[in-house]
């Protein structure tokens, strides 16, 4: 039997892209996260068109309680918040993962996702099974043992 190349499952976007995932977090690829990281965003508003289906993320200085904080990864190659919350209120299906084109609002200061390609089957938006993570124990040349993360 001879052996194959596998190919990852993943899409590279330099383009912005938000990703809903089930653990209630939205995370931005490396354009959106540059967009953000240039104007020094650290919290946001996430807001919801019903009537649409779409939602905003629009960045503020203001302090106020509806704001969400914005974290970077180091060497900002994404940036993510906690809005498990705003996730379940548009009706995102909490069982999957689901990358979104976002479109950067220069005039409003905000990114921009449509939802309707979730409903139309558009293949724009990435849909996976999300499976939960599993830390693996590993020995290596008489090491002690450490957890590697998948």
Known sequence: ?????????????????????????????????KILHDLGVETAFLLWDSDSKKFAVKPTSKRDERAVSVRYSEGHKWAALSAIGFIAHIGHNMETTKAYPATWNANEGMFEVSMEAENEGSTHAKETPETPRRATVAKLGGAPLRRVAR
Request: aromatic share 10%; charged share 20%; no cysteine.
């Open 1 to 33: 039997m001879g052996y194959e190349i596998y190919t990852r499952q993943i899409i590279r976007a330099s383009s912005p892209m938000i990703t809903l995932n089930r653990r209630g977090r939205m995370v931005f690829n490396v354009a959106a996260t």
